[in-house]
């Protein structure tokens, strides 16, 4: 079965710092792998997502994620990071019947 | 451009009442839509989901259905709310595109039961 795990429950880091996020996953075939963020009482916005081919993958906001099938990782990086970026972060896995990860709540410090 | 609706933003309902939460998508055609539930500091449980008009799968058993009356409308219900209903309920949408759907979700339906 599918599944995402998301091992850093919070994750605090200072304005202009890098940041990586991490996200291993389980699935059976070639995985399609998304990462979403949600702001407090919002709902989720696609930062990116990853299907096939190149697998350092650019999204909106600064980020990027790499595929790392030998890890079964898809982790979200951003080289410097500002305020705006302090929400939920939550990484999926799939197609139609998607599994999302816990979520990784992202605080920047000034 | 696609966008999805969802009503109402907050709901507060007594133990054993009805529940209706409506989610709209316009500027697309046969979409797939989703119902999660979010619980506080917990991550997405996958609902339902639908693939066509009448057309629905469940991921959990619960106190909780689902009905799509029309291709661009998906409603979630339930006949008698439980205080575990309460949560962050979002719908989402997806066009299949050779296998690669990209879910994209509503603003979400915060739901508190007393």
């Known amino acids: 079965a599918q599944s995402v795990t998301q091992p850093d429950i919070h994750i605090t880091v200072s304005e202009g710092a890098s940041l990586e996020l991490r996200c291993n996953y389980s699935?059976?075939?070639?995985?399609?792998l998304f990462w979403y963020v949600q702001s407090p009482g919002q709902g989720l916005q696609l930062l990116l997502k990853?299907?096939?081919?190149?697998?350092l993958v650019q999204g909106i906001k600064g980020f990027e994620a790499e595929f790392k099938r030998s890890q079964s990782s898809f982790n979200l990086r951003k080289p410097s990071v500002h305020w705006s970026d302090a929400a939920e972060y939550f990484c999926a896995v799939g197609e139609v019947d998607m599994r999302f990860g816990a979520g990784t709540r992202l605080t920047v410090k000034p | 451009s696609q966008t999805i609706h969802q009503w109402p933003a907050t709901l507060v309902q007594p133990v054993g009442s009805p529940l209706s939460l409506e989610c709209t998508v316009e500027g697309t055609s046969n979409p797939n839509l989703y119902w999660y539930r979010q619980a506080a500091g917990r991550g997405l449980q996958l609902l339902f989901y639908s693939v066509g008009i009448g057309q629905i799968s469940s991921e959990v058993p619960q106190n909780l259905s689902a009905s799509r009356p029309q291709d661009r409308q998906f409603i979630l219900s339930s006949k008698k709310l439980l205080l575990s209903d309460s949560g962050f309920y979002l719908c989402a949408w997806s066009v299949s595109a050779g296998g690669t759907d990209t879910q994209y979700f509503g603003p979400g339906t915060r739901l508190t039961v007393l």
């Open positions: 990853y299907f096939s081919g190149d697998t």
């Open positions: 699935y059976g075939a070639t995985p399609y």
